[in-house]
């Protein structure tokens, strides 16, 4: 899908914001949508992410290319990852997820990387979605991938977050009044396939539901939305199926950047 419309003009801080959307292992595209802008001399002034786009929004952020980021996963899966738990207020444990984080992020604190960027999360006390641009990095990109059930909610500051996707899968609310241009890419568009009769699936598709659900007010807000429906084709607990999601994504960013207007590529800088 396409989408460009026009702003009303006023000082912004910051030219072209990126929005990445939650998705778990479909998170994978946005690596591929980041090498196709990049290639294309696309560079985001601020980076805002849900979920999994958190994680690939602050690697980019962090100074690994998207090459990069594709290979530290490459050799990766779930169970290296999270610890399975006692089904007390969740199905596993994210100890292990925030451990790889903190041994591969070079900055600490989401305000030392190297591109500013939004970590999009839920507060699930008072029911609110919440955009960090500072704090511990490690915990926060945690919270904002803590799918509530599957993982329990992660405490910051005595208040406990859940999934940013809970209320703003795709980020693009809090870029929109600090962006002149905003580049959403939604790695969750609706599904209908068929699902197993386990818990973590149910789970999952209820989520995915949850989530592909409020992404609607945020995308009316991009001037220009990456998204393909054959993305959902791919489970999001499954790491093994990363490189063909990047392609996808890639593949399908160069579509929508061919078929932008002169007008349009003007206002991207390219």
Known sequence: MFWFGKKDKQQRPYHLGLALSGGGARGFAHVGALRALNERGITPDIIAGTSAGSIIAALYADGYTPHHILRLFSELNVKELVDVT??????????????????????????????????????????????????????????????????????????????????????????????????????????????????????????????????????????????????SNYNVFDLSQQAFIEELGYKRTIEVLDNLTAEQKKLLNI
């Open 86 to 231: 006692l089904p007390k207020t969740s199905l596993l444990r994210f100890d292990k997820f925030i451990k790889f984080l903190e041994s591969r992020l070079h900055a600490r604190n989401i305000e030392e990387l190297k591109v500013p960027t939004l970590i999009v999360a839920t507060d699930f006390d008072n029911g609110k979605s919440v955009a960090f641009n500072q704090g511990q990095l490690s915990t926060r990109i945690a919270a904002s991938c803590a799918i509530p059930i599957v993982f329990a909610p992660i405490v910051i500051d005595d208040v406990h977050y859940v999934d940013g996707g809970v209320l703003r899968n795709l980020p693009a609310t809090p870029l929109r009044d600090i962006c002149d241009v905003v580049i959403g890419v939604n790695v969750s568009p609706m599904e209908h396939q068929h699902y197993e009769q386990n818990l973590l699936s149910i789970a999952d598709r209820a989520y995915n539901f949850l989530s592909c659900g409020n992404v609607f007010p945020d995308i009316a807000l991009c001037d220009v939305l990456i998204e393909s429906q054959d993305i």
